[in-house]
């Protein structure tokens, strides 16, 4: 049945339908109430404060950390006509009061402006001689001091119901678990909020883990079944972002760094690329991501282990926001582990603060070394189940064997204890295997009655052995030992064989999918194939036009329905999905002559 909103929705954005609560969240606040949104990335929040904003009075005010996501999501809104700006820093002081004026004058339909900004006297001013149609406060978890992405400005929002207790406020977030979400609550003085919680689930993301081996080689092998796509690749430090991106490029591999040591200027020059260009791969560290809006990103891959789930389930996120398929890599070992714990136990954080990240920290190690499908696991981290095996992940694609390792992880111990709970893993294996060495030696460790006992096993099955009793909290980091492991008191009941010890076998080569076969991003029939690519340079030469990223004109999903319609006539490409009326008048004709061209 038709409404206004479902009007506004095919007008303007060129959609027939809302997807999944979109409908109930718009016309709850439209209404003039107030909301909570938990949406998954790419499940389409923007247009759940979007479409109430153009069917209120007055000027949505979108309040954003990130300057990046503000540029692009107003560039997009512009193409479909709407008048949309933003205030930063990026602005000069003439274009600046240009804007200001025309929310004063009632002439912006959407403004986007960040939470420092919207703070100020002068901000705050310029919104009491306004007429406001709501407030959304994007990217809600920042709230959170125990969150991955905290931001303190977040916590004076609730300026905005004092002031304007008659305003519709609506947080939205796509990382928030049920703790989380009722700090957001309490945090925006949003009690009384109605709360809109999708799935988390990304179904076209498929997820795999693998063990650290050769690392290089491992992410070289995983990148050969994504060539000349856009992806991001997350590393522990800057030092490390750096080299990757260098081998990367000496691979022959489109590949950039970004972290937060970088110049400014040089930061910003290679987001810009990452944004425009095609088959871009971005090495960066966290400080990269949040408000990224490009919706062809084909991988996230990480090098290192995250800190936490909602760290991983934010950066993998940003994968697929299009919908289509993509994937989630993380290639992690027992160092990572170490040097993480470090970090926890040797940071100036309080002892809250540290036991909560221990916590978050074993969460995902417990996903990582799961034999489950990880993406039960992974949406039980927040709060939601999933009934069944998603046939996605490499759990289901190649289910892991498990085996009785209660012997080898009671030998393990025992050479940790007799060893005197200081050594690293690599030590412990070569007392385990029976190295001869000269550390050995001199230390006396080749008298123990641990030495040469674990020459069944190879070091990398022995470093898995570790690896998962670390997992498991039987074995945990010394802070003050450089990584030496010692026991836990979980330990005691191991080894005195009151508990079985059942592993995940580690997989015997270290190229676990060499055999692999490219997964492409967008499907397109191979039929179609020819005017797909000739939809794409148009839209390339477009966006080289004017300056912009080639999906805000168009996403590949749009050119595909495209090619797969061929409309001959502008009428009929307005039946095209995505397609709304201010681009179908902007760029109907040049899209109805390729078709025509291509027969």
Same mark, same amino acid.
């Given at each position: 049945?038709?409404?206004?909103?479902?009007?506004?929705?095919?007008?303007?954005?060129?959609?027939?339908?809302?997807?999944?609560?979109?409908?109930?969240?718009?016309?709850?606040?439209?209404?003039?109430?107030?909301?909570?949104?938990?949406?998954?990335?790419?499940?389409?929040?923007?247009?759940?404060?979007?479409?109430?904003?153009?069917?209120?009075?007055?000027?949505?005010?979108?309040?954003?950390?990130?300057?990046?996501?503000?540029?692009?999501?107003?560039?997009?809104?512009?193409?479909? /006509?709407?008048?949309?700006?933003?205030?930063?820093?990026?602005?000069?002081? !003439?274009?600046?009061?240009?804007?200001?004026?025309?929310?004063?004058?009632?002439?912006? !339909?959407?403004?986007?402006?960040?939470?420092?900004?919207?703070?100020?006297?002068?901000?705050?001013?310029?919104?009491?001689?306004?007429?406001?149609?709501?407030?959304?406060?994007?990217?809600?978890?920042?709230?959170?001091?125990?969150?991955?992405?905290?931001?303190?400005?977040?916590?004076?929002?609730?300026?905005?119901?004092?002031?304007?207790?008659?305003?519709?406020?609506?947080?939205?977030?796509?990382?928030?678990?049920?703790?989380?979400?009722?700090?957001?609550?309490?945090?925006?003085?949003?009690?009384?909020?109605?709360?809109?919680?999708?799935?988390?689930?990304?179904?076209?993301?498929?997820?795999?883990?693998?063990?650290?081996?050769?690392?290089?080689?491992?992410?070289?092998?995983?990148?050969?079944?994504?060539?000349?796509?856009?992806?991001?690749?997350?590393?522990?430090?800057?030092?490390?972002?750096? !080299?990757?991106?260098?081998?990367?490029?000496?691979?022959?591999?489109?590949?950039?760094?970004?972290?937060?040591?970088?110049?400014?200027?040089?930061?910003?020059?290679?987001?810009?690329?990452?944004?425009?260009?095609?088959?871009?791969?971005?090495?960066?560290?966290?400080?990269?991501?949040? /408000?990224?809006?490009?919706?062809?990103?084909?991988?996230?891959?990480?090098?290192?282990?995250?800190?936490?789930?909602?760290?991983?389930?934010?950066?993998?996120?940003?994968?697929?926001?299009?919908?289509?398929?993509?994937?989630?890599?993380?290639?992690?070992?027992? /160092?990572?582990?170490?040097?993480?714990?470090?970090?926890?136990?040797?940071?100036?954080?309080?002892?809250?603060?540290?036991?909560? !990240?221990?916590?978050?920290?074993?969460h995902l190690l417990g996903y990582c070394e799961s034999m489950q499908c990880r993406r039960q696991v992974l949406l039980a981290g927040f709060g939601e189940a999933y009934p069944s095996p998603c046939g996605n992940c490499d759990n289901c694609l190649t289910p892991p064997d498990a085996w009785d390792a209660t012997v080898p992880a009671q030998k393990a111990l025992s050479c940790v204890y007799r060893?005197?709970?200081?050594?690293?893993?690599?030590?412990?294996?070569?007392?385990?295997?029976?190295?001869?060495?000269?550390?050995?030696?001199?230390?006396?460790?080749?008298?123990?009655?641990?030495?040469?006992?674990?020459?069944?096993?190879?070091?990398?099955?022995?470093?898995?052995?570790?690896?998962?009793?670390?997992?498991?909290?039987?074995?945990?980091?010394?802070?003050?030992?450089?990584?030496?492991?010692?026991?836990?008191?979980?330990?005691?009941d191991v080894l005195k064989g009151r508990r079985q010890m059942m592993m995940r076998r580690e997989s015997p080569s270290s190229r676990e999918r060499e055999r692999g076969t490219p997964r492409s991003g967008v499907p397109v029939q191979p039929q179609d194939l020819a005017l797909f690519q000739a939809l794409r340079g148009l839209r390339a030469a477009l966006a080289k036009e004017q300056n912009v990223?080639?999906?805000?004109?168009?996403?590949?999903?749009?050119?595909?329905?495209?090619?797969?319609?061929?409309?001959?006539?502008?009428?009929?490409?307005?039946?095209?999905?995505?397609? /709304?009326?201010?681009?179908?008048?902007?760029?109907?004709?040049?899209?109805?002559?390729?078709?025509?061209?291509?027969?």
């Amino acid at each position: 049945m038709s409404s206004p909103a479902h009007d506004l929705l095919k007008r303007v954005f060129g959609y027939d339908d809302f997807r999944g609560p979109q409908q109930a969240i718009i016309e709850h606040v439209a209404a003039g109430n107030d909301a909570l949104v938990l949406m998954p990335t790419g499940g389409g929040k923007s247009l759940c404060y979007q479409v109430p904003s153009l069917l209120r009075e007055g000027t949505g005010i979108v309040i954003s950390p990130l300057i990046a996501l503000m540029q692009d999501q107003v560039e997009a809104l512009r193409q479909l /006509g709407v008048r949309a700006e933003f205030l930063n820093s990026t602005l000069d002081a !003439e274009t600046a009061a240009r804007v200001e004026r025309e929310l004063l004058s009632g002439e912006l !339909e959407l403004l986007y402006v960040a939470p420092e900004r919207l703070l100020t006297g002068r901000f705050l001013s310029l919104l009491e001689r306004s007429r406001i149609a709501l407030f959304a406060i994007d990217e809600a978890h920042c709230v959170s001091q125990w969150g991955h992405d905290f931001r303190p400005e977040y916590r004076q929002l609730t300026v905005l119901h004092e002031r304007w207790p008659q305003v519709p406020r609506l947080a939205l977030t796509a990382t928030a678990d049920p703790p989380t979400q009722r700090e957001i609550a309490e945090r925006l003085d949003l009690g009384s909020a109605r709360h809109f919680v999708s799935s988390f689930d990304r179904p076209n993301i498929r997820y795999t883990v693998v063990q650290k081996d050769n690392a290089r080689r491992q992410l070289l092998d995983f990148l050969k079944l994504h060539r000349d796509e856009a992806g991001i690749i997350y590393c522990m430090s800057r030092r490390k972002v750096e !080299e990757t991106a260098e081998f990367l490029c000496r691979e022959g591999i489109n590949a950039l760094p970004y972290h937060a040591g970088m110049p400014a200027e040089v930061r910003a020059a290679n987001q810009r690329r990452f944004l425009h260009e095609d088959g871009i791969v971005m090495c960066a560290t966290i400080a990269f991501g949040m /408000g990224i809006d490009k919706p062809d990103v084909r991988f996230v891959a990480h090098t290192d282990l995250p800190k936490s789930m909602e760290g991983y389930y934010q950066e993998t996120g940003r994968a697929g926001r299009d919908g289509e398929p993509a994937e989630a890599w993380l290639c992690y070992g027992l /160092g990572d582990v170490v040097l993480l714990k470090q970090m926890i136990e040797q940071g100036e954080a309080g002892e809250e603060r540290k036991q909560l !990240e221990r916590a978050k920290l074993d969460h995902l190690l417990g996903y990582c070394e799961s034999m489950q499908c990880r993406r039960q696991v992974l949406l039980a981290g927040f709060g939601e189940a999933y009934p069944s095996p998603c046939g996605n992940c490499d759990n289901c694609l190649t289910p892991p064997d498990a085996w009785d390792a209660t012997v080898p992880a009671q030998k393990a111990l025992s050479c940790v204890y007799r060893s005197g709970q200081r050594f690293g893993v690599g030590h412990l294996i070569d007392i385990l295997r029976g190295s001869d060495n000269e550390r050995l030696r001199q230390l006396g460790h080749d008298q123990l009655s641990t030495y040469g006992i674990g020459k069944d096993l190879d070091a990398r099955s022995w470093r898995g052995v570790f690896r998962q009793l670390v997992a498991a909290s039987l074995l945990e980091v010394d802070p003050e030992a450089h990584g030496g492991l010692r026991l836990t008191d979980a330990s005691r009941d191991v080894l005195k064989g009151r508990r079985q010890m059942m592993m995940r076998r580690e997989s015997p080569s270290s190229r676990e999918r060499e055999r692999g076969t490219p997964r492409s991003g967008v499907p397109v029939q191979p039929q179609d194939l020819a005017l797909f690519q000739a939809l794409r340079g148009l839209r390339a030469a477009l966006a080289k036009e004017q300056n912009v990223p080639a999906f805000v004109i168009f996403h590949d999903s749009t050119l595909r329905n495209i090619a797969e319609q061929r409309p001959t006539s502008v009428a009929a490409l307005g039946r095209v999905g995505g397609i /709304g009326g201010s681009k179908l008048a902007r760029y109907g004709e040049q899209l109805v002559e390729i078709v025509r061209e291509q027969g």
